[in-house]
C-alpha cells in the first residue's frame, strides 16, 4: 500500500501526524479513520495488516497517533478520552477538507469506544467497527489500580503500561468516569459491528455483549477466536481487516470498478518494507508475498506460485474449451503443478556443469465420461495451452525506467 504522511491541528493547536494508506490505483472509493488501542500508535502491525487489507479492497485509511502519542505533538498526561474523541473528530474534518469525508470508523480496544463515540457525532460516516472494545471506558481503569491511592494524594503518577512508563493525572480518571455508551449506542442508527475475542484477557468478551445489547439493529458480531487483545498474530489481524471490508460494503455505495489507468495493463508495487506487493489488473486485483521462511509475511502467494497458476488456469481453460468444443463430458479438470530447478541431465556438455533448468510437474485430472482416446487428445492439448507455449518459446522482455 502507497502511505503518505497527513498532519492536522488538534483543538489545542497541535500538530497530530498520521498515514494515509491509498490503494494501488490510487483511487479508493471509500474513506477509513482508524483509532489504534489505549497507549498505542498507528505504527502498531495489527493496525497496519488490517488497513494493508482495506487498501487491497479499494478502501483509503487515515491512521493517526493521538496527542502525546508516536509522532504526534502534546503532553499524554494531559489527554483522556474526552480528548481522544475531539481528536477522532478533528481528523474526521480534516480528511473530509483535504480528500473526502470518513464513511467508515474502525476503533481497537479503548479506540473502539471512541469511533462509536464520535460516529454520533458525524452524520457522514455510515458505519462503525469496534475491535476488542470496553462497553465502559472506565474499564482501562483497572490498569491503574497499583497507582490509584499515589493519584488520588498527589493528583499524578508514573504507570507501566504495555512495559513502557507513562504519566497518568487524576482527571484522566474522573473523566472516563463520566462517559457511557449505552445511550450512544441506542441512537447511533449507523451499522455497527462488533469484533472481539473470547480468550481476550485485557477486555473480556462480556463487554461485547453488553455493547450488542444496548445497540439497536443495524448489528453485527464477529468472534475474533483464539485472537490476544493486540491481534499480535498477523493471522487475526489480515482476518479482521478481511471481514471489515466485507461487511462494510452493506452499508456503502460502491462504484463499479474501473480499469485501472495505466500505462500497461498490469501495475505491481512494493513499498520499503517487506515483500508484501500489490497487483491490479485491469478491475482485479491480488497480493503477492514470499514465505517467511525468506523475510515475508505469507499473505499471499509468491511469484513462482503465481506463474504455476497461469499455467495451471491456461491448461484447465484450454482442455474446457476443446472438450466443450467436441461436445465430449468433461465436467472438470484439476490441475496440480509444482515448479523447481534441476540440474540439466546433460550438464557436462554445457558451459557451466552447475547450471539448472526450471520445471514444472503437472498432473492433470479429467472428470467426466471420456473414453482413453478423448484422454490421450486432451493431454497432448494440455501442452498446446498459450502459456504452455510461451513458457517453451523464446522471450524477450523490454524494460525501461519511468520518465
Known sequence: MQSSKFQFENTQGEQLVGRLDFPVNQHPH??????HCFTC?????????????LTLEGFAVLRFDFTGLGESEGDFADTNFSSNVEDLLQAAEELKRQHQAPAVLVGHSLGGAA???????????????AIGAPFSPSHVSHLLDDSLSELQVRGEAKVQIGGRPFTVKKQFLEDIR??????????LKKGLLIMHSPQDKIVEIENA?????????????????GADHLLSHKKDSKYAGDMIATWARKYLTLPEKEALEV?????????????????MMGKHSLTADEPESVGGNDFGPSPYDL????????????????ARRK?????EVVVHLEHYKDHIDDAQETEDPKSKLDHFDRIIELEGDLDEEQRAKLLEIANKCPVHRTLHSDIKVNTRLQD
Request: hydrophobic share 40%; proline share 1%.
Open 327 to 331: 461436445k465430449w463430458d468433461l465436467q
Open 209 to 225: 455483549a453488553k455493547m450488542y445489547q444496548a445497540a439497536r439493529h443495524p448489528k453485527s458480531f464477529v468472534t475474533l477466536d
Open 307 to 322: 506463474l504455476s497458476a497461469s499455467l495451471g488456469a491456461c491448461t484447465s481453460m484450454t482442455l474446457q474449451m476443446y
Open 115 to 129: 469511533v462509536i463515540k464520535a460516529a454520533c457525532e458525524l452524520d457522514y460516516v455510515k458505519a462503525v467497527v
Open 30 to 35: 471509500t474513506f477509513v479513520l482508524f483509532a
Open 41 to 53: 500508535n498507528k505504527s502498531l502491525t495489527a493496525v497496519r495488516n488490517i488497513s494493508r487489507e
Open 178 to 187: 463520566e462517559h457511557q455508551l449505552g445511550e450512544c449506542l441506542e441512537r
Open 263 to 279: 500505462e500497461k495493463e498490469v501495475a505491481v508495487r512494493l513499498g520499503n518494507e517487506g515483500f508484501t506487493t500489490e497487483i
